[in-house]
């Protein structure tokens, strides 16, 4: 039989979380942070455990996310934007290099950085993922976050 190794129950007792939002698409995004913000007091977070840091667009996030996790004060780091696509291909690098960028920040500091990054082609689409018909991802990623952090407290170090 394997040894299966559990999430850590007590992971979300006096941890800190972040969430980076981008201001880019506030119509949208403000409904990600919300429900990010209430899915870490629902699993009782505290209220200060919880920063919220506010970016112009969603090609600042990579940069703040990596700040935080240099502190190394954080369980998880939850980043949330919302990127249309427009009549130029702009979206497509900026979801690339967004994508990257938080990819290499997790890997380096072994610290779940979560990708709440819509990348729709409308309008409509990006508000149906921020609380309409197909759920909030803001919420999911939280829900991500606080999962991820008790299965990395539950790991052995070394």
Request: proline share 4%; hydrophobic share 50%.
């Amino acid at each position: 039989m394997p040894n299966v190794i559990e999430p850590a129950a007590d992971a979300a007792k006096n941890a800190r979380y972040a969430v980076v939002v981008s201001e880019w698409n506030k119509a949208v995004t403000a409904k990600l942070a919300d429900g990010a913000v209430a899915t870490f007091k629902e699993a009782g977070v505290a209220e200060e455990g919880v920063d919220v840091v506010w970016v112009p667009g969603a090609w600042e996030i990579p940069v703040v996310a990596q700040r935080l996790a240099d502190t190394c004060r954080y369980a998880g780091i939850v980043t949330l934007g919302a990127v249309i696509k427009g009549e130029t291909a702009h979206d497509h690098w900026i979801n690339h290099g967004v994508t990257d960028a938080l990819m290499r920040i997790a890997t380096e500091h072994s610290l779940p950085v979560l990708f709440g990054v819509l990348m729709c082609d409308t309008m409509e689409q990006a508000l149906s993922r921020a609380g309409g018909a197909v759920g909030n991802k803001g919420v999911e990623c939280a829900e991500a976050a606080l999962r991820m952090a008790a299965i990395l407290k539950a790991l052995p170090t070394s």
